[in-house]
Nanobody, 124 residues
Framework: QVQLVESGGGLVQAGGSLRLSCAAS????????MGWFRQAPGKERDFVAA????????YYADSVKGRFTISRDNAKNTVYLQMNNLKPEDTAVYYC?????????????????WGQGTQVTVSS
């Protein structure tokens, strides 16, 4: 089992920044892909970003490219999501997740463990 705890969400004005953190514990393995997804009310859970075990390879949804940056600190078993130039359409609950095996990095069904989520609200 892997436990994931997100933090760092909150209310911010459009154009502002937030940094989300996700701390992993339990049977962690640095070879896991870590990802961030988000879900707005009444919508599906969408892919935001993912990072491979070394941090050398990152993936982003087109909607966040150039604004969000994913990173990880394996010594701390923590993954981060730096979010800049936030827009009202970024408002959602943000979840981090672990993908242990092969499979599409941008599909939620391939991820095995999920955090409880943290709310991000961007006001216009």
């Amino acid at each position: 089992q892997v436990q994931l705890v997100e933090s760092g969400g909150g209310l911010v004005q459009a154009g502002g920044s937030l940094r989300l953190s996700c701390a992993a514990s339990g049977r962690t393995n640095i070879t896991y892909v870590m990802g961030w997804f988000r879900q707005a009310p009444g919508k599906e859970r969408d892919f935001v970003a993912a990072i491979n075990w070394s941090g050398a390879t990152t993936y982003y949804a087109d909607s966040v490219k150039g604004r969000f940056t994913i990173s990880r600190d394996n010594a701390k078993n923590t993954v981060y999501l730096q979010m800049n130039n936030l827009k009202p359409e970024d408002t959602a609950v943000y979840y981090c997740a672990v993908k242990r095996y092969s499979g599409s990095y941008d599909r939620s069904g391939w991820y095995d463990y999920w955090g409880q989520g943290t709310q991000v609200t961007v006001s216009s």
